[in-house]
């Protein structure tokens, strides 16, 4: 017996399975996501099953063909449901899922494509196909709750629809099964359950996108906040850059990236930067502190004694100190024994000879100092390797001066 077995109601079930198998199949292929891929296999063969229940009405259709053929692609698109479940909640759906359903499903295969006649052995095969469809229901709805349970976004706003549209589904079998009653709306229900999940899934991507996107502007502005200078963007407007180098800073960076650029104060500021898309620009700024103006550097007001053998390193270091504001004192290679003293040594001697300096008057104080290559050893000093860099020399100073 047959309810709502118009040709039509079919129809129309399998041209909106296959706009959407359409719909999701694109987008699959575009985000390269299995999810959405099995959701449009899915809609894709129950949509076939559909077409093929409506050609069932022609007077040239064998039914009985027509029968089997529906109901193996109905089982293959569970299968492919399954699938899309699996994906969709990979850490509570187990990923064998789809084969277990495929085995439970296994005398559906057995009777349509082997049993010639119907008889007892098609009937309980039949019924057994059923409980599997009913089993799988339940796993199903089961396992989306646990997942709800266990706060899932995705599952909090499908557990409801799964709910719902499972009652069509479990109608369709159990009325087949006890009654012979033929309600055709399986494909209405996974219609709007393919509608329900596609949208869901592309709510969840766009949140997932958002929240990605603001963790990482916040990373980046964390990140630019360490930065030793102010940062800027060539693209963006910057109201200290173009206090500091007026409306055209923007051209002065992209022309020369690494330029020392004057500032309105009449500091000079080295800029750093890298291309960020096309012709933008990001860096920092900072100024240099050999040019500010009533300022001479980090080593304003220090004496520093310099004691070196090599000739050339000991220009390098002459100029180094010179350029970050110190006084300097060239010791040559024998230290003084009278006072005054440096309140600062660089010194290219075994900390040996510097013991003369540990005599009780008290004028001969021991200075801080920075010992150049030689032995290793304890004391209050520091130590630099000879050739060290720029860099190494200032912030063994920086360390040095710092202390109590």
């Known amino acids: 017996m047959h309810l709502l077995d118009w040709p039509f109601l079919d129809a129309l079930q399998t041209g909106a399975l296959v706009v959407l198998f359409l719909i999701l199949g694109m987008a699959a292929v575009e985000h390269r996501d299995r999810m959405l891929g099995w959701l449009a296999l899915s809609c894709l063969l129950v949509g076939l099953r559909h077409a093929v229940l409506a050609l069932s009405f022609l007077p040239t259709v064998n039914p009985d063909l ?135 899934w592309q709510w969840h991507l766009s949140s997932t996108l958002e929240s990605r996107i603001r963790r990482m502007k916040h990373e980046v502005e964390t990140w630019r906040s360490l930065l030793p200078g102010p940062s800027f963007r060539t693209n ?103 006072a005054p003293y440096p309140s600062l040594l660089l010194w290219a001697r075994e900390p040996s000879i510097l013991t003369v300096w540990r005599e009780g008057n008290l004028l001969r104080r021991r200075p801080r100092w920075i010992q150049i290559g030689g032995p290793i050893t304890e004391g209050p000093h520091a130590r630099v390797e000879p050739g060290a860099s720029d860099t190494d020399i200032q912030g063994t100073l920086d360390r040095l001066l710092s202390r109590h």
């Open 66 to 200: 027509a029968n089997r053929v529906q109901s193996l692609l109905a089982a293959s698109g569970f299968i492919a449901l399954c699938a899309a479940l699996t994906a969709l909640f990979p850490r509570h759906v187990p990923r064998w899922f789809p084969a277990w359903m495929g085995l439970s499903l296994s005398p559906n295969f057995i009777r349509n494509l082997f049993l010639a006649q119907p008889g007892s052995w098609d009937t309980w095969m039949h019924h057994t196909g059923s409980l599997a469809y009913l089993v799988g229901c339940g796993l199903i709805l089961a396992w989306t709750l646990r997942a709800r349970r266990g706060e899932d976004r995705m599952a909090k706003r499908l557990f409801p629809a799964f709910l719902v549209l499972a009652l069509p589904v479990i109608a369709e079998i159990v009325t087949l099964s006890l009654f012979d009653l033929k309600l055709r709306l399986s494909g209405l229900s996974l219609m709007i359950l393919a509608m329900i999940i596609g949208n869901s």
């Open 236 to 338: 963006q407007p910057s109201r200290e850059m173009e206090g500091l180098f007026g409306a055209a800073w923007p051209d002065q960076i992209r022309t020369r990236p690494a330029a020392t650029l004057v500032g309105s104060d009449g500091a000079t500021y080295r800029t750093q930067s890298r291309i960020l898309y096309e012709q933008e620009r990001v860096g920092w700024f900072e100024r240099d502190e050999v040019t500010l103006p009533g300022q001479q550097g980090f080593l304003a007001g220090w004496t520093v004694g310099l004691g070196m053998d090599d000739p050339m390193e000991n220009a390098r270091y002459q100029a180094l100190l010179n350029s970050w504001g110190a006084a300097v004192q060239l010791w040559g290679t024998v230290p003084p024994r009278d």
